[in-house]
């Protein structure tokens, strides 16, 4: 039997990790975090010296697995949560998320994760590429300033050297990168719901989706 599915897409920074673990935890879905996969394969590539610009060098995936357990990032059985935040995955992961070899196989292990449950999947092309027939589609967008506040927050807390100026160029620059690629670039589905949240915080956005999606499933959408 087919799960209840919900894709949320956005850029970088408008808060859709966050806002998704969330809405899974409050439905007690299954959360799907499909950034962190793309930063994950990142630092392998990283870690492993290859030529990033070099795509055939990522034949390494296929033997790749992943799990994600209680909010954590499983890579090959290890926690790889805090280093795939790092900086220097954060300016490369632009690069190997338009590689089409990487794509085609991380979209494939999604939609693998995602059938047969009730399953929260957050990441850039999910609404029209990873699962075209979820249930709920929405869209999350924000202002260049307003997120660059917020990954600088979140970096803090972390425990990350930051610098927001630096962050704004950064996001500027992966929005550029993100919505040009030629392989699933960024875009919101055409039935998506498109929600701003520069003027929201993360519980009213939380409390928006969720309510929507309770709303619809009582009413038997």
């Given at each position: 039997?087919?799960?209840?599915?919900?894709?949320?897409?956005g850029?970088?920074?408008?808060?859709?990790?966050?806002?998704?673990?969330?809405?899974?935890?409050?439905?007690?879905?299954?959360?799907?975090?499909?950034?962190?996969?793309?930063?994950?394969?990142t630092?392998?590539?990283?870690?492993?010296?290859?030529?990033?610009?070099?795509?055939?060098?990522?034949?390494?995936m296929k033997?790749t697995?992943?799990?994600?357990?209680?909010?954590?990032?499983?890579?090959?059985?290890?926690?790889?949560?805090?280093?795939?935040?790092?900086?220097?995955?954060?300016?490369?992961?632009?690069?190997?998320?338009?590689?089409?070899?990487?794509?085609?196989?991380?979209?494939?292990?999604?939609?693998?994760?995602?059938?047969?449950?009730?399953?929260?999947?957050?990441?850039?092309d999910?609404?029209?590429?990873v699962?075209?027939?979820?249930?709920?589609?929405?869209?999350?967008?924000?202002s260049?300033?307003?997120?660059?506040?917020?990954?600088?927050?979140?970096?803090?807390?972390?425990?990350?050297?930051?610098?927001?100026?630096?962050?704004?160029?950064?996001?500027?620059?992966?929005?550029?990168?993100?919505?040009?690629?030629?392989h699933?670039?960024?875009?919101?589905?055409?039935?998506?719901?498109?929600?701003?949240?520069?003027?929201l915080?993360?519980?009213?956005?939380?409390?928006?989706?969720?309510?929507?999606?309770?709303?619809?499933?009582?009413?038997?959408?």
């Amino acid at each position: 039997m087919k799960g209840t599915q919900i894709a949320i897409d956005g850029p970088a920074g408008a808060g859709k990790s966050t806002i998704a673990k969330l809405i899974a935890k409050n439905l007690n879905y299954i959360y799907i975090d499909t950034g962190a996969m793309y930063r994950a394969i990142t630092l392998k590539a990283l870690n492993l010296g290859i030529d990033m610009h070099d795509e055939r060098l990522f034949e390494f995936m296929k033997k790749t697995t992943f799990a994600f357990v209680n909010g954590k990032l499983f890579m090959d059985d290890i926690d790889v949560s805090h280093e795939i935040r790092e900086t220097k995955v954060s300016n490369n992961v632009s690069l190997v998320s338009s590689y089409f070899t990487v794509r085609k196989e991380l979209v494939a292990k999604q939609q693998e994760m995602a059938r047969n449950h009730d399953v929260v999947m957050d990441g850039r092309d999910i609404g029209y590429k990873v699962l075209p027939d979820a249930d709920f589609k929405f869209f999350l967008t924000a202002s260049i300033k307003k997120r660059a506040e917020r990954r600088h927050l979140d970096n803090l807390e972390r425990g990350i050297e930051s610098d927001i100026f630096v962050i704004e160029i950064e996001i500027e620059r992966r929005d550029y990168l993100d919505t040009t690629r030629i392989h699933s670039p960024l875009k919101a589905a055409a039935d998506a719901v498109m929600v701003d949240t520069s003027d929201l915080n993360i519980e009213q956005v939380v409390e928006l989706i969720t309510q929507r999606v309770r709303e619809e499933d009582k009413h038997g959408f």
